[in-house]
């Protein structure tokens, strides 16, 4: 038997992932993201997807992140009318990502036609509130650990892949042939989300290199942030993060609700700054044993910090001049009310700017990583003088090594191992040490490579 494999995205990039698999004419996507960060790569979401979209049977998630799963609603608005597959936390956070999405893209339409700074006339969305709507009803949730039939003679297996809620790596079985999508796997031993868990064999395998060249700073993250919190307070300052809604904030509260409950940085008030990022809060109170924390210590460490919820309430946080912790969406501010508070913030040096995660190029996260002295934010520029610190200890990527641990549970080597999802020198980096180290067959695919899998 023969399929066909062809990236349609996540090759040479860290975002859009997207793998089509054929066979005779039927389809299975797995993952369906947007293209993120520099304007060469975002353009890419408003061309035509190479394939058909209506030609497409099946489309299987491994978790929620936009860049994996915001592409979504313009593949149904563009004829896709088949079942999406994913866990049941995947989708749920989906409800709240892909809604968020098409709204925050009709805000930026907005503001970009109210102040005249598109290049575009008029500017227009690229899908909307209504199309998120409309894709959500093509859900299919599955559990974990089980095979689930997808086509005949073809099953889908999702297994725990850490990273975030729901998030799982996806083994394709189709008529005797497997094939296994790592998606994001997420950190070993942390302290809330499960290990990523092994896969015993694969004949192809897709493994992501978001940080294949880079080993994780191996500080405790208590110890690191209670550094930055309490120079930052000493200061007068405000922290500001910008935070994925989905894991990171609710990784953030813990840390913080563990570092006040034992004294260890002032009581100084917490605010998380999202809508999406409370309702994924609470979400993890549904979903106890998919996760680390126990029932009250979910209560706990969600209950540092208040919610703010209405806008009016947001933009009173930037006229309180007391120190204060602000988290708001998005993680690499690439758009949402993080704007807004870098707008303030940014230009004093009595605050902090705390990025706690993967920035990808062309984002303000990286440009703030890499030392801007000024971000675009609406059509201006705002000076940077706050102190800009990045804690990739808060990552909920798998380094390097924890990569190779993860690809050592396998009981033999695939016939031909993919390295995706990485910038360029990051997925070369890990090809290197998975040839150097395990001794496999493995290349870097281009994008919109097609190979054929026997």
């Known amino acids: 038997m023969t399929l066909s494999l062809t990236f349609l995205g996540g090759a040479g990039t860290v975002t859009g992932s997207k793998y089509l698999l054929e066979r005779e004419g039927t389809r299975i996507l797995v993952d369906c993201g947007l293209f993120q960060g520099y304007k060469l790569l975002r353009e890419r979401n408003r061309a035509p997807l190479p394939v058909d979209p209506g030609s497409i049977d099946q489309v299987l998630l491994t978790h929620a992140h936009l860049d994996h799963s915001g592409y979504l609603p313009l593949l149904v608005r563009n004829g896709f009318s088949g079942p999406v597959v994913s866990t049941h936390a995947t989708f749920k956070l989906c409800e709240l990502l892909l809604a968020d999405s098409g709204h925050l893209m009709e805000e930026d339409a907005r503001r970009a036609n109210r102040y005249g700074y598109s290049k575009h006339e008029p500017a227009e969305p690229l899908y909307t509130q209504e199309d998120a709507r409309r894709s959500l009803e093509r859900f299919r949730p599955a559990g974990f650990g089980k095979p689930v039939e997808i086509l005949p003679g073809c099953t889908a297996t999702f297994r725990v892949a850490g990273h975030i809620l729901g998030a799982a790596t996806i083994e394709v079985d189709w008529d005797g042939l497997r094939i296994v999508f790592s998606g994001d796997l997420g950190r070993y031993a942390d302290d809330t989300l499960l290990d990523p868990e092994p896969v015993p064999r694969a004949d192809y395998l897709l493994v992501e290199s978001t940080y294949g060249n880079r080993l994780h700073d191996r500080r405790s993250p208590d110890e690191a942030l209670e550094e ?104 690499m501010a690439t758009g949402g009310r993080i704007l807004h508070h870098l707008r303030t913030y940014a230009p004093d040096r009595r605050n902090t700017i705390l990025l706690a995660g993967f920035q990808a190029g062309g984002t303000r996260g990286a440009a703030l990583r890499d030392g801007a002295t000024e971000i675009k934010i609406f059509g201006d520029y705002v000076p940077v003088r706050a102190e800009v610190v990045s804690l990739d200890m808060f990552s909920a990527h798998a380094d390097r090594e924890e990569l190779l641990r993860w690809l050592g549970g396998f009981e033999r080597a695939p016939k031909e191992t993919f390295v995706v999802h990485g910038e360029p020198s990051a997925s070369d980096a890990l090809r290197q040490s998975i040839d150097e180290r395990l001794g496999w067959s493995v290349r870097v695919p281009e994008h919109q490579q097609t190979v054929l899998l026997t």
Not at 250 to 261: C, G, I, N, V, Y
Not at 274 to 293: D, F, Q, V, W, Y
């Open 228 to 331: 930055v919190v309490t120079r930052t307070v000493r200061r007068g300052g405000t922290v500001v993060i910008p935070a994925f809604a989905v894991g990171r904030a609710q990784s953030l509260l813990h840390h913080l609700w563990t570092l006040q409950s034992t004294n260890r940085i002032p009581r100084i008030p917490v605010f998380l700054d999202s809508p999406m990022a409370i309702n994924a809060t609470e979400l993890l109170h549904s979903h106890i044993g998919e996760h680390r924390l126990t029932m009250e210590e979910c209560r706990e460490s969600c209950g540092i910090a208040t919610y703010v919820r209405k806008t009016e309430d947001s933009k009173k946080l930037n006229s309180n001049p007391m120190p204060k912790i602000i988290i708001s969406a998005s993680g």
